[in-house]
Structure formats: C-alpha cells, structure tokens
DNA sequence: GTCCGGTTGT
DNA sequence: ACAACGGGAC
C-alpha cells in the first residue's frame, strides 16, 4: 500500500475524524477561510460570532456594509484592513452568480479555481480551502503544515505549492471526503506533535519519520 | 517575545 | 528573498 495513504490510516485512528470545517454553511466556510490567512483559528471564531450576533453573516448583507465598518467588525482576526477589502473583493465575484452556491457548482473545478485566484487578496491556499470546504470540490489543500510535516517525514523533496499538491493527488483517490480529512489530520498533527519545535519523542510516527528516527 | 489554518508588492 | 499587514493567546 502506498505510503501517502499509510500515513492518513494512522492519522485517522489516532485522532478520529475532525469534522472540518467548523461552520454552519458554505459562506461561512469561505469567509473564514479568508479571516483565517495567516492567524489562529481562534481569533478567527470571534469575528464570525461577532458577524454572527449582528446578523451580518449573509453575502447581501456584508455586501452592503462599509469597508471600514466590516474592517472593525472582524478586527480580531488581524490585517482587518487587507482582509475587509479582501472580502469585498470576494463578495463581487460571488454577486455574478448572484451568491448562488447552484450555479458556482456548475462550473468546473479548474475554471473556479482560476477565478478564485483572479481576486486580489485569494492564493492558492485560500482559493483550495473554498474549494475543498466551500464548495466541496476534490482538490487536496497545501498550507505550511503539510509542507513542514511531510518534509520532516522524509515523503517528498520539493518545496513549491504545486509539487505538494500533485504529490497527494497522484498518491490518493480523487475523493472530497478524503482530500477533507486528511487536511485537517495533518494540521491537528502539526499542532500537537509536528510543531515547529517538533515533539518526536512522543510522536507515535516518529519510527517512520526520518526527522523523528534522527532525534531519537 | 513568539506564533498563527497567507498574500501581495518591491 | 523580504517587508508589510495586526490582534489575541500563551
């Protein structure tokens, strides 16, 4: 059995499934992902809850508000000025398919994901996260865990964004459920044991984990 | 002081 | 390759 599968197995029955991504709906899950960029989740969840409370969180609605109303709205998440104007941006291409997640749907993945990544503030992370969690597309999401994990791990040499991404889509089935699982695996994983300052010694990958056999 | 479920402009 | 964007938690 290949290796890449190997790993998610023993992921899966060390942690259980993650249910990700924690949201109510899909244009939760998009507005999160773009909050998310570059700051803890938590800080994330208090500008959602805030949206949340004013009942702002509709498409039409955020549509309508101010920049700078919607930049202290989700202030906790971080870069509230960048993020707001990345929202909007976002919000004006949802409103061609009139925020109708149907006809984003009957587009094809590749072509949405070329738009995703037309909008300024959206890179490949963000525009597969919506994707995958949004939009439920089978595309495997790369952030700096899977590439800080799976080199420790000894799997793959490369460094670009594409070379991760080709890497898992050629090892596993072309399935969302997996692609959505196996992300939030590795990211629980680079949180508890693959942290920057790695815990190898109570890895329970570390015997087959090159950098764990080499801090044994 | 460090780190976070990144992206952009130089 | 590197700075800018930034609040919140530990």
């Known amino acids: 059995m290949n290796k890449v599968y190997e790993i ?11 249910h990700w991504w924690p949201a109510d709906n899909w244009f939760e899950v998009t507005v999160g992902a773009i909050l998310t960029q570059n700051t803890s989740w938590n800080n994330v969840e208090k500008s959602i809850e805030n949206l949340k409370q004013r009942d702002l969180l509709e498409p039409k609605k955020l549509s309508e508000i101010k920049e700078n109303d919607l930049a202290q709205l989700i202030r906790s998440s971080g870069f509230y000025n960048l993020k707001s104007k990345r ?4 919000l004006e291409w949802l409103k061609k398919y009139n925020y109708d997640i149907d006809k984003i749907k009957d ?10 990544l037309n909008i300024k503030g959206i890179g490949k992370e963000t525009a597969d996260s919506i994707l995958l969690y949004a939009f439920e597309m089978p595309i495997f999401v790369i ?4 590439k800080r994990m799976f080199l420790r791990l000894g799997l793959i040499s490369g460094k670009e964004y594409d070379e991760f991404q080709d890497f898992f889509e050629k090892n ?3 399935d969302v459920q997996l692609y959505n699982e196996y992300h939030a695996l590795i990211v629980k994983h680079s949180k508890v044991y693959c942290k ?18 080499n801090n044994l």
């Open 8 to 18: 998610y197995k023993n992921l899966y029955d060390f942690y259980g499934p993650q």
């Open 87 to 90: 929202l909007k941006n976002f």
């Open 107 to 116: 587009k094809s993945v590749t072509s949405l994901r070329e738009e995703l």
């Open 143 to 146: 952030d700096a865990y899977t």
């Open 172 to 174: 596993l089935r072309r």
């Open 196 to 213: 920057k300052m790695p815990k190898c010694s109570e890895c329970f990958l570390k015997e087959k984990c090159k950098w764990g056999v």
